[in-house]
């Protein structure tokens, strides 16, 4: 079974940037699916960006163009999540997921203030 650690959340100015790694341990086989989701406070859980076994990739709109999800070339499934040009509006709980699993991480936070 498949175990996901998050890493590399923090409080972030605006207009900032950080990455967020998401490792996975246990019995893989072949390339994983990860997505990254968020959670604000109050709110529902929201899909950010998913990287697919193919490669595919998809991004939430209000993301685009900011964010940036991609594999580590060395470990395949090792994933991260590239995050430019933060807005509070991106403050929240940031996790990954394994698609098609139950399987999350614990989450990390991330706040967006001056």
């Known amino acids: 079974q498949v175990q996901l650690a998050e890493s590399g959340g923090g409080l972030a100015q605006p207009g900032g940037s950080l990455r967020l790694s998401c490792a996975p341990s246990g019995t893989m086989f072949g390339r994983l699916g990860i997505g990254w989701y968020r959670q604000a406070a109050g709110k529902q859980r929201e899909v950010v960006a998913r990287?697919?076994?193919?490669?595919?990739?998809?991004y939430a709109d209000s993301v685009q163009g900011r964010f940036t999800i991609y594999r580590d070339n060395a470990a395949q499934n090792l994933v991260y999540l590239q995050m430019n040009n933060l807005k509070p509006e991106d403050t929240a709980v940031y996790y990954c997921?394994?698609?098609?699993?139950?399987?999350w991480g614990q989450g990390t936070q991330v706040p967006v203030s001056s």
């Open positions: 990287i697919f076994p193919d490669d595919n990739i998809k």
């Open positions: 997921h394994h698609l098609g699993s139950h399987t």
